[in-house]
Structures are given as C-alpha cells and as structure tokens.
C-alpha cells in the first residue's frame, strides 16, 4: 500500500514539472521552453512564491510548491520578452516588476545594450483588481527593483546606462524619476540591506569596449550584425576580464561598501546580494554555487 502511495506521489510530482524539463540539460538551449527563473519574492500573508520568468512572464506558486501559473504575461497589449526583476509591498499588496526588453529575450542580453534598446519597462500588478499597470516604459535593460523601507520610492537598475534610478511612488515627489547612483559596472539585482541602504550585484566592470560600442550607436548594431554569437563572445571576454563586485549603496546612493574579488577571479558575473545576519549570500548567473561571506 505505501509503495503504491509512494508511486502516486512520485506522479504527482512529475505532472508538475514539464515535458523534457527534467534532470541535467543545456540550460541555454532550454530556457525558453523550460523557463528560467529570474527574480522571486514570497507574499508574507500567504507564503504564495511570485516569480518573474524571463521568458513566461509574472508567474505564482504555492507554499507547497508545485507547477507555477501564470499571472500576467502581458501590459497594454504587449506581450513580456524578458521578465526580469520583482519585490513585493506587502501593506497594502503590489507587486512591482520588470520586463528588460520586449525585443530580446534573456539568452541574448548583450543584444539589449549593444542594440541600445529603449524597450524595457517597469509595472505594478495589483492582486486585488488582477489589473497590471505600466509605471515607466521606453528604459534601457531595466533589471534588479527593490522598494525603500516604508514603500516610497522603488529602485530601478538600468544596465545600459550602469546606474541605479529612482521613481518616487509616494510624497509630493510621486511620479519623478531620477539618477539614484552611477556606477562602475552592469547593475543586476538590488536588495534592501537590514543594516539600510542597499546591495547592489554588478554583472561586471564596464569594460573599455563596451565604452567605446555605447558612445557609438551605429557601432553597437554593426557588431550585432557579424555571424557570431555576441552574447556568447562577451561572456569569453568578461571570464578573464572580469571579477566579482558587489556595492552597498546608502539611502541617498552614496556608495558606503565595494567588495571585489581581485583574488583568484572566483567570484565573476554577480546577480544577487542578499544580507541576514551579518552574512551575505551571493549568486552569479555563471557560477553553480551560491556564496557565503561573512561581514
Ligand atoms: C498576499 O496574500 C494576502 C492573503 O491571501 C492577500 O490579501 C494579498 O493581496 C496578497 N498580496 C499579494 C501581493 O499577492
Ligand atoms: C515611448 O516611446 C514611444 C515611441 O518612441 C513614444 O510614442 C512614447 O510617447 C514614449 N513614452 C514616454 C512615456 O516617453
């Protein structure tokens, strides 16, 4: 009888998972059918998962787990291309995310700032109305959002431009938008410090090409023409070029805190700093492994 329990639990669990999704692959040959999870944010009430999907969309799961559904794909018609970032105001229950690019999907991220793409876009989805709303469109790569302490204002990284912006969501400054803070490198996520301020990922450093293609547009789209794979061969350059940097930036986008491993070249391609408990927990786009550093 438990065997029988035991079958019937395993099929469970893998109607939950989709076809061809299972066990070890080429993640960047499957990512567009297999999903590949970018940003993820618990409601406190509920302990529902949401996840921003870079390419399904706003997605929600339960606390115990399961096959995640769809919660908005789409905004004023058109449809997400890289869902990327998310936080949560718990009180009163928004959720803010962001789509990098409608042009280009995530496999081809080097694209959105070779290409100067302006297609990016941050929106409110409201649980109660289910209605999504657009705060900011026409931004370039906009990435990692985090909300202040009390709600009023949201951070946006726009990786093109390697700075931070802020959008004021509420006192008499509501609706502005501004530079929050410039920096050395390619924003990823950003995430309230318990100590204030904010850790910010960087992708890696601006390197002296990367300059050179911004400053000149036509440049950028001319290599996007050439038959290789552009996003391929900037990660080649950014291994033995880049190390891993994470910056602490105050409540005012002073930058309080810059570690980088200028050590071994272990840590590169940076995409998220979480603090608890004098601890940091790293992740990377690049690196099988999450990191543990203490403060
Ligand atoms: C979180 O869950 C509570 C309780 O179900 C609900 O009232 C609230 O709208 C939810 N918030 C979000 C952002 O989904
Ligand atoms: C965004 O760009 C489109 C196309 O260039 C333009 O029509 C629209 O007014 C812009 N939106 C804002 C808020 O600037």
């Known amino acids: 009888m438990w065997k029988l329990i035991d079958l019937l ?13 299972e ?4 993640h960047d040959k499957t990512e567009h059918i297999c999903g590949r ?4 944010c618990f409601n406190q009430t509920s302990g529902d998962l949401y996840i921003a999907d870079a390419y399904m969309g706003l997605l929600i799961v339960g606390p115990q787990g399961g096959l995640a559904t769809e919660v908005v794909t789409r905004a004023h018609g058109i449809p997400f291309g890289f869902t ?19 042009q280009y999907q995530r496999r081809n991220y080097i694209s959105v700032i070779l290409s100067g793409d302006k297609t990016g876009r941050l929106m409110k989805y409201d649980p109660e109305s289910k209605q999504v709303q657009v705060l900011l469109e026409n931004l370039s790569f906009p990435n990692g959002v985090a909300l202040s302490k009390n709600g009023d204002f949201i951070l946006l990284a726009e990786t093109t431009h390697c700075r931070i912006m802020r959008h004021w969501l ?8 501004q530079v929050f803070a410039q920096l050395p490198g390619f924003p990823d996520n950003i995430k309230r410090s318990p100590r ?8 890696s450093r601006r390197l002296w090409i990367l300059k050179l293609v911004l400053s000149y547009p036509s440049l950028g789209n001319a290599l996007l023409k050439l038959p290789l794979d552009i996003t391929k061969a900037y990660s080649y350059v950014a291994k033995w070029t880049g ?31 979480v603090e608890k408990d004098e601890t940091l927990w790293i992740g990377s786009v690049t690196m099988p492994f999450a990191g543990k550093y203490k403060i």
């Not at 066990?23 to 080429?26: A, F, K």
């Open 170 to 177: 509420k006192t008499p400054k509501a609706g502005t938008f």
């Open 243 to 273: 190390n891993g940097l994470i910056i602490r930036l105050s409540e005012q986008g002073v930058i309080l805190e810059m570690l980088e491993d200028t050590s071994g070249n272990r840590w590169k391609s940076i995409s998220e700093v």
């Open 84 to 102: 990327n970032a998310l936080d949560i105001d718990q009180e009163p229950g928004a959720v803010y995310f962001t789509d990098s690019s409608s």
């Open 9 to 21: 639990v395993y099929k469970l669990a893998l109607s939950v998972s989709r076809d061809g999704c």
């Open 37 to 40: 999870p970018l940003g993820l």
């Open 196 to 203: 204030g301020g904010f850790w910010v990922a960087i992708h």
């Open 23 to 26: 066990g070890s692959h080429e």
